[in-house]
């Protein structure tokens, strides 16, 4: 990503995340509950002062000098290359460059938890991060899609979506909302947002009945699970204050598929943002 700061200065700056014996795990009944409707929520994965030592080095990240690209935070919803404040912006990999989150005790519920909702070994999972966000007075919604609609057409996944607020989120701040059961669809035509597959977020095209859909209401440190099919949006977020969210994918290793899915967005979207590279 685009920052000077090396791996050991971030941990100098903000040494190891506050001691705690938090460990979550789940039973049966959850994992029942997951298979059956594609989605599983978490009161409690954190702890308060890890949530204070989190938005720390989230809002250092965030004040990072943008890219409007892959390799930095870019807005989800404006073409790339755009530096200005991103309405929802998005940094992928923060783990990378700061290996200490996998001291968390959220991380390692996480995974943990993704762990049994996926019903594999330990030591097959695998992870990465990104962090979301929505700015104070964001109008626009993540639009309703499924996860697996950006991943690579000649893989297949097994694999699912954890996403942690940093502070309480609700209908007035930009939740997630789940559509219950829409996990067993497979995955639906999509497209870059208004067309443009230099705007990275993608959206279903097909009509949707979302009537059933459920606002996932949490508290910080609380953290939902969601199959990779499973429809799901955002909405705005008016309140005066960043919506912040940390996200883990957790997946076994990928399969080569003998014939790749019919997903033109993702080569439309690849293409586009590699013009746009070659320009910088
Ligand atoms: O945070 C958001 O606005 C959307 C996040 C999302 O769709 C996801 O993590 O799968």
Sequence with gaps: ????????????????????????????????????NGYLVCPQISTDEEIVWLNQIYDWFLAQPRSGFLDGVFDLVSPYGT???PKIGQLLMPEKKFPTLYDTALWKNARRIATRLLKVPDNEIENWGHLIYKSPGCANVTPWHQDEAYWDVSLDYLALGCWAPLQDVDESNGCLWFL????RS????????????AIHVLE????????DAVPVVLPAGGASFHHPRLLHYAGPNPSNGTRKAWANEFQT??????????????????????????ER
């Design 180 to 183: 219950p059961g829409s996990h």
């Design 204 to 211: 279903v095209t097909e009509p949707l009945d979302t009537s």
């Design 186 to 197: 497979n995955v639906m035509n999509h497209r870059h947002y208004t067309n443009d597959p």
């Design 1 to 36: 990503m685009k920052s000077g700061a090396s791996k050991g200065e971030l941990a100098d700056k903000f040494g190891p995340p506050p001691a705690s014996n938090s460990v979550v795990d789940i039973g049966q009944d959850e994992v029942a509950f997951f298979q059956e």
């Design 253 to 278: 290793a990928p399969r080569k598929r003998a014939t790749p899915h019919d997903r033109p967005w993702v080569k439309a979207g690849q293409d586009e943002m590699a013009k746009r590279l070659s």
């Design 83 to 85: 530096l200005e404040t």
